[in-house]
C-alpha cells in the first residue's frame, strides 16, 4: 500500500484552507459591524472537516444573542472571539504542518 502526503498531513492541511476561509467570514463581519441590515455569517469547521468533499465551506447566517435597532446581527464581542480563536486553531494547524513537512525533510535527506 502506498504512502501519500495526504497520510502525513492528516486533517490539517485541509484544516488551512477551511480557516483561511472562515477568517474571510469573520472579517467580513467585523468590518461590517456597523452596517444597518448586515447579516452576520460564521461555519462550523468540524462540520466541514467531517465532510472533506473538498467544496469550499458554506457559511451560514448567524443568529445574534442580542437583536440590534438597526437590524445588524454583528456582536462585535462574538465575533472578537470567535476570530482570535480561529486564529490560535490555524497556527496550531500550520506549525503542524511545519514540524511534519521538516520530519519528512530529515527522512528524505537521512538526518536522524
Known amino acids: 500500500m502506498g504512502w501519500t502526503l495526504s497520510d502525513a498531513l492528516g486533517v490539517h492541511a485541509r484544516a488551512l484552507h477551511v480557516r483561511a476561509e472562515r477568517t474571510r467570514v469573520l472579517t467580513a463581519n467585523l468590518v461590517n459591524a456597523d452596517t444597518p441590515g448586515y447579516q452576520a455569517r460564521d461555519f462550523d469547521v468540524e ?44 497556527e496550531m494547524s500550520l506549525t503542524f504542518v511545519e514540524l511534519t513537512a521538516k520530519g519528512l525533510k530529515a527522512a528524505i535527506d537521512g538526518v536522524a
Request: charged share 25%.
Open 47 to 90: 462540520m466541514e472537516l467531517s465532510m472533506d468533499d473538498g467544496q469550499a465551506p458554506l457559511a451560514k447566517y448567524r443568529v445574534p444573542y442580542l437583536r440590534r435597532i438597526d437590524g445588524s446581527t454583528v456582536e462585535t464581542p462574538v465575533e472578537q472571539a470567535a476570530y482570535a480563536q480561529n486564529a490560535a486553531d490555524y
